[in-house]
């Protein structure tokens, strides 16, 4: 399996940008695709963005495509989530996943490996 640490949650104000990394390390990690989840409180885990290896197929969830970005970094194994103009959530846990059948699906169940999030919480 793929480990992932998710990275750059905070505390932002509406308006503001803010940019979330995953690390992913293992083995055969091109054979992955990854993607972005995010849960708020009472709330079930939605997708948000998915991005195969080379960075070549995009994914996004309609709500949010056209205010997030999703990239692959140097080295690969880096991905990042670009958020521009968030709307407001509280306590919103974002979560990197990885899908070793690279279908960049929109479904949680579709993923084999999740990191443990990180939080992002957006103020007016």
């Known amino acids: 399996q793929v480990q992932l640490v998710e990275s750059g949650g905070g505390l932002v104000q509406v308006g503001d940008s803010l940019r979330l990394s995953c690390a992913a390390s293992g083995h055969d990690l091109a054979s992955y695709s990854q993607a972005w989840f995010r849960q708020a409180p009472g709330k079930g885990r939605e997708f948000v963005a998915a991005?195969?290896?080379?960075?070549?197929?995009?994914n996004y969830a309609n709500s949010v495509n056209d205010r997030f970005t999703i990239s692959r970094r140097s080295p690969k194994s880096t991905v990042s989530l670009q958020m521009n103009n968030p709307k407001t959530w509280v306590k919103v846990v974002y979560y990197c996943?990885?899908?070793?059948?690279?279908?960049?699906?929109?479904?949680?169940?579709?993923?084999?490996?999740w990191g443990q999030g990180t939080q992002v919480t957006v103020s007016s």
């Open positions: 996943a990885s899908d070793f059948s690279r279908k960049l699906s929109d479904l949680a169940h579709e993923y084999d490996s």
């Open positions: 991005i195969s290896w080379s960075g070549g197929r995009i």
